[in-house]
Structure formats: C-alpha cells, structure tokens
C-alpha cells in the first residue's frame, strides 16, 4: 500500500502510475481512485515506512 500526501490530507491507494502531469491512484481491486497533479503532491510513500505517530525535525 502507498500513502499519498497532499496539502489537504493523504490518499491511501495499492498502486500508483506516473503520467505527464501527475500520478493516477488505484485500490486493491485495480479501480481508478483519484488523479494527483504533481504540483499538488508532496509525497508518495510505500506504507511500509510511513508511521503517522513520528515527527521529522525541520
């Protein structure tokens, strides 16, 4: 599973494929769930390694 975020909150998909302008997300099942433009990503990150609970220090 993968973690998308974005400015407004995260997008949880199973896959993700790029294209010119963004990144088109899908579920488990294959169907599509959003397109993201690349401007409006911040991150796409394999859940493996995301943990919401640990802070970055900036």
């Known amino acids: 599973m993968y973690r998308a ?3 407004e909150g995260q ?7 790029h294209t010119d302008t963004g990144v ?3 579920d488990e099942d294959d169907a599509f769930v959003a397109f993201v433009p690349y ?3 911040h991150a796409l990150l ?3 390694v995301y ?3 640990e802070r970055s220090i900036m």
């Open 39 to 41: 401007q409006s990503l």
């Open 24 to 26: 088109e997300l899908f």
């Open 51 to 53: 943990s919401g609970e």
């Open 5 to 7: 975020i974005l400015p």
């Open 46 to 48: 394999d859940e493996d």
């Open 11 to 17: 997008i949880i998909c199973a896959r993700y494929e």
